[in-house]
């Protein structure tokens, strides 16, 4: 969940869930567990520490966790949190100063000054955890904290997209008392000091909240409890709902399960879908450590077999739409590179790409996929991806599945050939859909280092406080990936929100993370 703005209108694109129908009035009457909100999704926590989730755990953490800056709902760019002020001291893009707001505490009591969060972004870096998010701190060099509310962030290179990082949940604030310097904590618990704490939580069960009394920051809480249950099943998800068990779902929702929602009985039982454009893709990975993926040509044909239009048709029946490029439609600089080398799906010119690699033999291939991640139409998608690919007569695919723990480790260790992933932006801006699949070390842990994007396109483009100067530098990134075929980027999906019609506030719930900002939702007492 790297993922981590300008002329983005991500926000917007992500929002606008108008749950809002009718104007009722919280009663005072009401205590506080009557008022609770119960949210359902099929995305849970891989871990409680951020230092070693750069995934779905997103989602949790920006709820109990605080960050120096924020999107508050509406904001393309990142705004003051934990911090009063930030900004770049130097032409250069390599000094940034932020300044902490005072008196902030951590819910065990502890100070939330300059050495709590050197501490907390130290730790990262030190831990070096595989599925954490120290590839986004990459070009930070070091820390100082000249006094208890200055933190000043010096640079390796120019980097306009620091501040972005610093906004993101891979920038959480830990308690240093509870947190290990050089290990990841592992008792269960969150020390933060975020909107909310976390009361109780059990794994794969349900994360427990109440409101942090003590919290100041940019959040305006609605509420002062909410339950986030965790369902590996989207079904069992959907049912909850119906049967009022939860008052509002998030992330997993399969296209029969939405079009059944959105149906007059649904509507009927009190629950209502809202849609809107979103900024999560999916895309496949290769790994060049595998003697066939390791052939151009291979990754060429494979992208010239699938075709994206009948994969989002069959499988997504229109919650999502086919996707030619890693950086999503409705983000600057989006182009469609994949369909202008590669057009449409054409099993000829495929098979005209091996043979003239001296490939005229089938080829063998695993292609992996999470069981519990994505929600339940992931199984159907990879069905399909195999199945024309199978039908070309050039392949010969073998599918395989794990539970999303053992799949992370399993692709970040370079086991497979072929995976499957789902990117969620950890902020707004078309460096988040590039910087975090190339290098040494990235997000999908096989080795990518293309030496323009990563000693020219990347940098230039960081320059410039302007986001949207880097434009040129974006579109000639994307050709390459094309070019390359290292990632393969198959569809980018809708955004759909069901609740009951008695919860307000959803239509704002939503950060350009598209994390759930849970304080915004609150129920109504009349309708």
Known sequence: MFNRTRCLQITAALASISLLAGCGLLSDDDGDEAKRIVVGTTSAPSTLDPAAAWDGSWELYRNVYQTLLAFPTGSTKPQPDAAQNCEFTDGASQAYRCTLRKGLKFSNGEPLDAKAVKYSLDRIRAIGSKVGPKDLFGSLDKIETPDA???????KTSDATFPYVLGSPAASLVAPKDYPADKVREDGKITGSGP?????????????????KGYTGFANRQNKAVTIRYFADSE???AALKAKEL??????????????LQSPAAHALGVQVVENVGAEIRYLVFNPKDPAVNKLAVRQAIAQVIDRGTLVSKVYQGTAEPLYSMVPKGVVGHKTPFYDKYGAADVGKAKKILKEAGINQTVDLTFWYTTDRYGSSTAEEFTEIKRQLDESGLFNITLRSQPWKAFQEGY???EYPVFGRGWFPDFPDPDNFIAPFV?????VGTPYEQNEILTDLLPKSRRDGDRSSGVQQFEKAQQIFAEDVRLLPL????????????????ERALD????MQMWELYRKTSW
Do not use: C
């Open 196 to 212: 909310y704490v976390l009361d109780s939580y059990k794994e794969g069960g349900e994360a427990v909240l109440s409101e942090n």
């Open 247 to 260: 008052d509002a779902t998030y992330r997993g929702l399969s296209a029969p399960q939405i079009t059944d």
């Open 412 to 414: 970040k260790s370079q």
């Open 512 to 515: 350009p993370q598209t994390a």
């Open 236 to 238: 069992k998800m959907v």
């Open 491 to 506: 569809w980018q999906g809708k955004l759909y929100v069901a609740a009951r019609e008695d919860i307000a506030g959803g």
């Open 439 to 443: 290098g040494k070390e990235n997000a």
């Open 149 to 155: 509310l200055t933190v000043v962030f010096h640079l």
